[in-house]
Structures are given as structure tokens and as C-alpha cells.
């Protein structure tokens, strides 16, 4: 009886939070090549415990509904994951989570990988998938009781990258789903030791390679280096980085400055120490294991949080 008693517990203590899983496209995602039929890749780490995606090719977004909901905004989560993989829980459903358990609703993206063995046009694939999820919850504000002007993205590593380029190139939707009606500009972002330059400089090459395939030019660099990118509606933004990560931190700073040289608000915390891919792991020591404390505190600053 007391098993019985605790499965429910904390089947009820889930299902507060995650309620439903939305496939972001009627049918066959577009781009899918024809003929290709392949199962999703689920992997967890033998030594980590993080659940790792591959092979999507039905874009979805989970939705983390708040059981006590003070809040009318939203936030939709790109995890990271090189554009190799997505780390889904690791970087997405225990940030949903995170959010749900503050009042704030929170969809987590799992968005489509630049595999052009599955895909035509593969890099576009990701920015096209959160575009259209910044369209769905734009269109069904009234469903989940938010405000169409309060909806943010958030993004880790690569993810941070695509959360960068859907504040940047908003101005031009891309794929064969278009709505001209909608808009896709995210209102704020929040961007977790992101990739955000494709400039040899600073590049993460992993990211750079993966995204762009065998089409690495000269422009493509530019297009997708998001601190050339910035105009002076790219939405506000929190920033989260660490000094001794992999994905070098001048990244951010230059994000940050690119921010400032438009009088766009931002705000970003560098740590000296936290590696990469620290996200909420209950391991971290020090002062970075308080981002999320920061981060809490920036979204009540601009009322987007209790």
C-alpha cells in the first residue's frame, strides 16, 4: 500500500509540471527526405545519467504547465548539444521543471538536428523548428493563460546558439511554413554558456562543422556569428558563462557588447570556474552553482517572474 502510495505521490507531483507532449507539424516534418525512416536515437550515460537524443525527426514540444501559475509569461528551451545531440534532461525537461515549480510556463523544444542524411536544407532545421514553436505558443497564448509579448527563449550551449540566432534573424522566417501574421521575435532570451560566434576566433568548431556541413563559407560565417547579427530589436538578454569553459567565454562578452552598442538591455554573469555544461547539476560548488538564484532575480526584475 505504501508503493502504491508513493507511485502516486510522485506520478501527481510530475504530472503538475509536464502535461502534454504538442508534435510541432501536422504530418512529416518539412525537409524530411524521401524514403527516410529511422527511429529516434535514445542513449543514457553509463557514468552521467544524461539522456541524449538523436535522429529526431518529429519535432515536439513538451509542455510544463505550472500548478501554482504566477506568471503570464513563457519560456521555450533549446538544450545543447553540439547540434551532435540534445542533453534532453540534463539541459531541458529539469529546467521545464524548474520554471513550472516558479509559476512560469515552460515548453521544452525538441528540435530537429542538421543531419543532411535525413534532411534537405539541414541547417536550417533547428531555427526553423523554434521559429515555428515561438509561432505555436504565440497562437495559443490564451490556451496556456500567457501574454503573446512575454515569451523567451532559452538556450545551452549549441542550443544557445540557436536561442542567439532566433533573437537575431528574426526578421526572415525560414523554410517551407511561413505566417507572416505571427511573429517570431522572441521577447527576451536567456543564454547559458552559449555558442554564439562562428568566427575562427572564437568559434566552437564542433557546432560550426555540424550546422554547416560541407558548407562553411565565408558568409555562412558571418550569417551565423550572432554578434554580427544583433539590430536594435534583438530582444534583452541574461547571459550565464564560465572562464574556464571550452566554449570560450569571449563568446558572451561580445554578444554583451554588441547588446550595449544598441542600448539593448543585458545582463551577464562570467564565473571563474564551472567548466561547460554545468546546467543545474546538484554536483556544483561555488558560486556558479548559484546562476539560477541570478537568473530568478533578472526575470523578476522585468516582471516576467514572481
Known amino acids: 500500500m505504501k508503493k ?16 502534454k507532449v504538442i508534435n510541432l507539424y501536422n504530418g512529416p516534418a518539412p525537409g524530411l527526405k524521401s524514403g527516410v525512416s529511422i527511429k529516434e536515437d535514445v542513449k543514457v550515460g553509463e557514468t552521467d545519467g544524461i539522456t541524449r537524443l538523436r535522429d529526431i525527426t518529429v519535432p515536439t514540444l513538451t509542455v510544463f504547465s505550472p500548478k501554482n501559475k504566477t506568471s503570464d509569461a513563457a519560456v521555450i528551451i533549446c538544450p545543447g548539444g553540439g547540434y551532435y545531440i540534445l542533453a534532453w ?19 521544452v523544444l ?21 521559429q515555428q514553436a515561438i509561432r505555436y505558443v504565440r497562437k495559443n497564448a490564451s490556451v496556456y493563460k500567457i501574454s503573446p509579448s512575454k515569451i523567451g527563449v532559452m538556450g545551452f550551449s549549441a542550443g544557445g546558439h540557436l536561442a542567439a540566432t532566433a533573437s537575431t534573424h528574426f526578421g526572415h522566417q525560414v523554410g517551407e511554413i511561413v505566417d507572416p501574421e505571427v511573429s517570431v521575435r522572441p521577447d527576451f532570451s536567456i543564454l547559458m554558456y552559449p555558442v554564439i560566434s562562428f568566427t575562427d576566433g572564437l568559434a566552437h ?4 562543422e555540424n550546422l554547416l556541413n560541407k558548407n562553411i563559407t565565408v558568409e555562412k560565417i558571418k550569417e551565423y556569428s550572432n554578434e554580427l547579427q544583433v539590430k536594435k530589436d534583438t530582444p534583452p538578454a541574461f547571459l550565464v558563462h564560465a572562464i574556464d569553459d571550452g566554449v570560450l567565454v569571449g563568446n558572451s562578452i561580445e554578444y554583451v557588447k554588441a547588446l550595449k552598442s544598441k542600448e539593448i ?14 546546467s543545474m547539476k546538484k554536483s556544483n560548488t561555488g558560486p556558479v552553482a548559484k546562476w539560477p538564484d541570478r537568473l530568478a532575480e533578472w526575470m523578476q526584475e522585468h516582471n516576467w517572474m514572481k
Do not use: C
Not at 508513493?6 to 501527481?12: A, E, K, V, Y
Not at 525538441?110 to 523554434?130: A, C, G, T, V
Not at 538591455?265 to 567548466?275: N, Q, V, W
Open 110 to 130: 525538441k528540435y530537429r538536428l542538421p543531419q543532411p542524411e535525413l534532411f534537405e536544407n539541414s541547417e536550417i532545421r533547428p531555427l526553423q523548428d523554434l
Open 205 to 208: 568548431l564542433g557546432s560550426r
Open 265 to 278: 538591455p543585458a545582463e551577464m554573469h562570467i564565473y571563474d570556474k564551472g567548466g561547460h555544461g554545468f
Open 4 to 19: 502504491i502510495l508513493l507511485f502516486w505521490f510522485l506520478t501527481m507531483n510530475l504530472l503538475y509540471a509536464q502535461s
Open 89 to 107: 534532461d540534463h539541459e531541458g525537461t529539469s529546467i521545464g521543471e524548474w520554471f513550472a515549480k516558479r509559476g512560469v510556463t515552460a515548453f
